[in-house]
């Protein structure tokens, strides 16, 4: 090999377009070394379509021409010259119009482009022929040697290096955006779920304050749990988004990202980030929905009061409901006690419990001969004040009774009940009063609701 040859070589293998990613650019590099260390007229890149029936050019050197400008050549159209090209050989045509290889292009490519001489070299890419390297000589016949087939060879292998390094541009790109789309879906459905906690907050907030809906205890870890899960999901799911994008970054700065790894990872990111989408979904639509069943409630002014008397005032005004039921009303108020609390809302726990004990306990066909509801209230040891409400009604059934205080349960889902009214107290108990209720119940015997309360609520 010429020590032209050699050193243009050299140059182009140090070259750091060669592995800069951008095709065209090394292409030309690569092809202007051809044309040096020949001494030709031009060369240029062809390479295969999908189905290796026609080659068409990819660059040109000198640019002059565009390599679009110039014809694809088929297989149908030049039958002997792709016999040729099968044979994965050199083709050194010194005289391109006579030479057995090449004579087909006399008429349709050599006259018009005045081409006397040329050699084409195979273009080998991860094993297969791909294309070719075609060295052309104008106006005058070119002697190929060896030497010069040798030198295109070694051209052909660094064309191998742009191959790659295109690849990995392009994959590199492809993984830019996947995780741009990844980073966007996450700060998208990271916001909404911002938003929907926050509307949780809010909603949770006005329940307490409205009276009608649901403990904030059960009612908040109920959601918490139909909310975990598809959360949980979604998490899981970025997480393995983050690992494959790890590993596929890896992969591109080793330079051993393939075709079928990279296929496999889009694959998976996109199963993956559609997983997160269709539970971050599921979960914005629990929160909906838990919206949806909020009430208007009223709010609560922290008062000092006599709790004895006041409870009393309460039940009052509930004589004409439980008469309305058939319920007496016993009362039993000696605690003695003043509280600094918020008393309209131990008038609504005494409503709701006494509502719902005349509403259930005494329902026929459970009807007792002598209906009644006992109200007691007892000064604790400790200061605090026991507030028991115990009816002799039919009693809540064994499996029912973990769940009274959940939001919406009700057993009278068609006539009217929408299981509110004992998480409301719940609810009310736990987060106004700073409060403890407790159910004992037996079924033909009665229930007994147990209320403790502090002499001042938490917030006073």
């Given at each position: 090999?010429?020590?032209?040859?050699?050193?243009?070589?050299?140059?182009?293998?140090?070259?750091?377009?060669?592995?800069?990613?951008?095709?065209?650019?090394?292409?030309?590099?690569?092809?202007?070394?051809?044309?040096?260390?020949?001494?030709?007229?031009?060369?240029?890149?062809?390479?295969?379509?999908?189905?290796?029936?026609?080659?068409?050019?990819?660059?040109?050197?000198?640019?002059?021409?565009?390599?679009?400008?110039?014809?694809?050549?088929?297989?149908?159209?030049?039958?002997?010259?792709?016999?040729?090209?099968?044979?994965?050989?050199?083709?050194?045509?010194?005289?391109?119009?006579?030479?057995?290889?090449?004579?087909?292009?006399?008429?349709?490519?050599?006259?018009?482009?005045?081409?006397?001489?040329?050699?084409?070299?195979?273009?080998?890419?991860?094993?297969?022929?791909?294309?070719?390297?075609?060295?052309?000589?104008?106006?005058?016949?070119?002697?190929?040697?060896?030497?010069?087939?040798?030198?295109?060879?070694?051209?052909?292998?660094?064309?191998?290096?742009?191959?790659?390094?295109?690849?990995?541009?392009?994959?590199?790109?492809?993984?830019?955006?996947?995780?741009?789309?990844l980073e966007s879906l996450v700060r998208e459905r990271t916001a909404n779920l911002q938003k929907t906690l926050d509307q949780l907050r809010q909603t949770q907030q006005h329940l307490i304050e409205s009276e009608k809906m649901?403990?904030?205890?059960?009612?908040?870890?109920?959601?918490?749990?139909?909310?975990?899960?598809?959360?949980g999901i979604g998490l899981t799911g970025i997480s393995h988004c983050s690992y494959l994008l790890s590993a596929l970054a890896d992969s591109v700065r080793a330079g051993i990202l393939g075709k079928t790894q990279l296929e496999?990872?889009?694959?998976?990111?996109?199963?993956?980030?559609?997983?997160?989408?269709?539970?971050?979904?599921?979960?914005?639509?629990?929160?909906?929905?838990?919206?949806?069943?909020?009430?208007?409630?009223?709010?609560?002014?922290?008062?000092?009061?006599?709790?004895?008397?006041?409870?009393?005032?309460?039940?009052?005004?509930?004589?004409?409901?439980?008469?309305?039921?058939?319920?007496?009303?016993?009362?039993?108020?000696?605690?003695?006690?003043?509280?600094?609390?918020?008393?309209?809302?131990?008038?609504?726990?005494?409503?709701?419990?006494?509502?719902?004990?005349?509403?259930?306990?005494?329902?026929?066909?459970?009807?007792?001969?002598?209906?009644?509801?006992?109200?007691?209230?007892?000064?604790l040891s400790d200061g605090r004040l026991l507030l028991q409400l115990t009816d002799n009604g039919c009693g809540i059934p064994r499996d029912h009774l973990p769940r009274i205080f959940e939001p919406f349960f009700t057993t009278?889902?068609?006539?009217?009940?929408?299981?509110?009214?004992?998480?409301?107290?719940?609810?009310?108990?736990?987060?106004?009063?700073?409060?403890?209720?407790?159910?004992?119940?037996?079924?033909?015997?009665?229930?007994?609701?147990?209320?403790?309360?502090?002499?001042?609520?938490?917030?006073?």
């Open positions: 090999m010429k020590e032209l040859q050699e050193n243009l070589l050299l140059s182009l293998s140090m070259d750091p377009v060669l592995d800069s990613g951008d095709k065209a650019l090394a292409e030309q590099a690569l092809l202007q070394r051809c044309v040096d260390g020949l001494e030709i007229a031009r060369a240029s890149i062809w390479l295969y379509d999908e189905k290796r029936n026609a080659i068409r050019c990819q660059q040109i050197c000198p640019a002059q021409q565009a390599a679009t400008e110039l014809p694809a050549l088929t297989r149908q159209q030049f039958p002997r010259y792709f016999a040729e090209l099968d044979k994965k050989r050199v083709i050194k045509a010194v005289d391109a119009r006579a030479d057995n290889a090449t004579f087909e292009f006399t008429e349709p490519y050599l006259i018009p482009q005045d081409i006397w001489s040329m050699l084409d070299v195979p273009l080998r890419y991860q094993g297969e022929v791909i294309g070719i390297i075609c060295c052309e000589e104008i106006a005058r016949y070119k002697h190929w040697t060896d030497e010069d087939a040798g030198f295109v060879g070694v051209l052909s292998d660094l064309y191998g290096r742009i191959l790659a390094a295109a690849e990995r541009q392009r994959y590199q790109q492809q993984l830019e955006h996947a995780n741009e789309r649901a403990s904030l205890g059960n009612l908040v870890a109920g959601i918490a749990h139909e909310v975990n899960t598809p959360v496999q990872t889009l694959a998976e990111l996109q199963h993956s980030t559609a997983l997160v989408e269709r539970n971050l979904h599921r979960a914005a639509e629990l929160i909906r929905q838990f919206k949806q069943s909020a009430v208007d409630q009223s709010h609560y002014e922290l008062h000092q009061f006599a709790i004895d008397d006041y409870i009393q005032a309460v039940l009052q005004t509930l004589l004409p409901f439980c008469r309305q039921h058939e319920v007496q009303l016993e009362l039993d108020l000696n605690s003695g006690l003043v509280l600094h609390s918020y008393p309209g809302a131990i008038a609504q726990v005494l409503t709701n419990l006494v509502t719902n004990a005349c509403i259930h306990a005494f329902e026929p066909p459970q009807a007792v001969e002598r209906a009644r509801i006992r109200v007691a209230t007892q000064a009278r889902r068609g006539r009217g009940g929408t299981g509110l009214g004992l998480s409301i107290v719940y609810n009310i108990v736990q987060k106004n009063l700073g409060g403890e209720l407790t159910v004992a119940s037996k079924p033909g015997i009665g229930t007994r609701f147990s209320l403790k309360l502090g002499s001042s609520s938490p917030e006073s």
